[in-house]
């Protein structure tokens, strides 16, 4: 109903065919024949072509006052693509697990924010089930995991490599048969358990030792599983808990010995007597990733935010 209303805003305008033909760039009886086609759809006249200057019928006026709104609309939502490609607003919803939304995104978040303080951002802390799910419904933008997701359905981008460690209560008896494989975690947020001269320990060696695991279905696990299988043990597994970084504070108290990631260890600031041991397996390594949703529209933002993230995890030492 409205297509060509350029046209007739521009004879309202400037109250002449022949001003407005020339402003818009086409011959008079151009101009002319596609306004007669509008009035001819609508159904009436848009202008009283008896007057001089012409002027706007009764239909016309309000035919005007519409147009007016829609190019009001048309104008705002104009400037809202051009601040969203110059992210100058929008938001960003990223989920992750409690690990990463503790240690790894606020760092992350806080550079995104720095640079482009007019998006807001949402982060959403929850199990890898529930992130998936949101992923999938369109909730969040992106989901930080180590926890691998169906490629069919989800893009990936990487975001570092980590490698599983155990770690033992000095308290422990069993470290003093495992002497000479024993890390502190300056060692560990040095990087020294990733280097091939560092010898893996002998896990029977502490067979007796009582363990905290996570539940059943989180990856951390099923790899623990593996591992402890590949050694032919069974472990003595004394309590069970959702989230990696509370097993560690857990271990840290001394009930038991732990396997968790290198990256929980470099990062969280527990002051703690443990003991860190370079694990031997192929279960031991797994890589970090954003995900998202295939054939979801990229925004900028989003690209952004993959940039900063990749560029802060290549400063880190």
């Given at each position: ?29 151009a ?16 202008f ?17 006052k ?39 995104l606020?760092a ?66 069993s ?43 989180n ?99």
């Amino acid at each position: 109903m409205f297509k060509g209303k350029e046209y007739i805003y521009e004879v309202y305008k400037e109250k002449s065919f022949s001003k407005a033909a020339q402003n818009l760039y086409i011959s008079q009886p151009a101009l002319s024949a596609a306004i007669k086609k509008i009035e001819k759809r609508l159904g009436c006249c848009i202008f009283d072509r008896s007057s001089n200057p012409v002027q706007l019928t009764e239909a016309g006026a309000e035919y005007v006052k519409s147009s007016e709104k829609i190019m009001d609309i048309e104008n705002r939502f104009e400037n809202y693509i051009s601040n969203w490609n110059q992210l100058k607003t929008g938001r960003l919803s990223i989920g992750a697990s409690n690990v990463f939304a503790s240690f790894i995104l606020p760092a992350i978040i806080t550079r995104f924010t720095a640079q482009y303080p007019a998006i807001k951002v949402n982060l959403v802390e929850a199990s890898s089930a529930h992130l998936e799910e949101q992923l999938f419904s369109g909730e969040l933008d992106f989901v930080m995991d180590n926890y691998p997701l169906n490629e069919a359905i989800y893009e990936k981008h990487l975001f570092c490599s980590e490698r599983l460690v155990l770690t033992v209560p000095q308290k422990f008896s069993s470290n003093s048969l495992a002497r000479e494989y024993q890390l502190s975690i300056d060692d560990i947020r040095r990087g020294i358990h990733a280097h091939p001269a560092t010898e893996p320990v002998p896990l029977p060696l502490f067979a007796q030792e009582p363990f905290i695991f996570l539940r059943t279905g989180n990856d951390t696990r099923m790899r623990a599983d593996k591992i402890f299988q590949e050694n032919g043990m069974t472990p003595r597994i004394i309590l069970e808990l959702d989230q990696l970084a509370t097993a560690y504070n857990v271990a840290c108290y001394g009930m038991g010995s732990t396997i968790i990631s290198d990256t929980l260890a470099q990062k969280a600031s527990y002051a703690s007597d443990m003991l860190y041991y370079k694990i031997n397996s192929a279960h031991a390594f797994r890589d970090v990733f954003f995900y998202n949703k295939q054939n979801k529209y990229i925004t900028k933002a989003m690209e952004e935010f993959i940039k900063i993230a990749q560029k802060a995890e290549e400063k880190t030492p």
